[in-house]
């Protein structure tokens, strides 16, 4: 259950901090003092494309994370950590990291195979949490 928890503890803080490479290319192209307003849009000049890229990771993570979080949850609580699920819930992290890096680098290839291992490890997950729920 250790590795689970560490898992959901580390992607809370990616997920809490993966909002940050956007915001840097937000401040080379629009500057601080925009930052830190009301973000009027209108007008406004296209990102570059790596900060158009990392927006799309950062809603991709936001997309993916809620799924995984409540099944690694449910799976603590119910107590039905498995080294299955200890692998899948240390992997996803991993994956996403990957994701979001080859994401934001504009590397097809490496980010669909982590989005793709992403995505086994929670269903991977569901499948224990549905094999628990069964037991």
């Keep these: ?6 898992a959901l503890v580390f992607m809370c803080l990616f997920v809490a901090l993966a909002w940050f490479p956007a915001s840097v290319a937000k401040k080379q192209a629009y500057g601080l003092r925009w930052l ?3 973000r009027e849009s209108e007008g406004l000049p296209p990102l570059p494309e790596w900060g158009q890229r990392a927006m799309r990771a950062h809603d991709n993570l936001r997309d993916n994370f809620p ?6 949850l449910l799976i603590i609580v119910m107590d039905w950590s498995s ?7 240390t992997l996803f992290p991993i994956a996403r990291v990957g994701h979001m890096v080859s994401y934001i680098g504009g590397w097809f290839m ?3 195979i982590c989005y ?10 569901a499948g224990v949490a549905i094999c628990g729920l069964l037991a």
């Design 1 to 6: 259950m250790a590795a689970e928890i560490w």
């Design 36 to 38: 830190a307003s009301n």
């Design 67 to 72: 799924a995984w979080a409540a099944l690694v």
């Design 83 to 89: 080294a299955t699920s200890a692998w899948a819930a």
């Design 110 to 112: 490496p980010r669909f």
């Design 116 to 125: 793709t291992v992403g995505l086994i490890c929670t269903l991977v997950l």
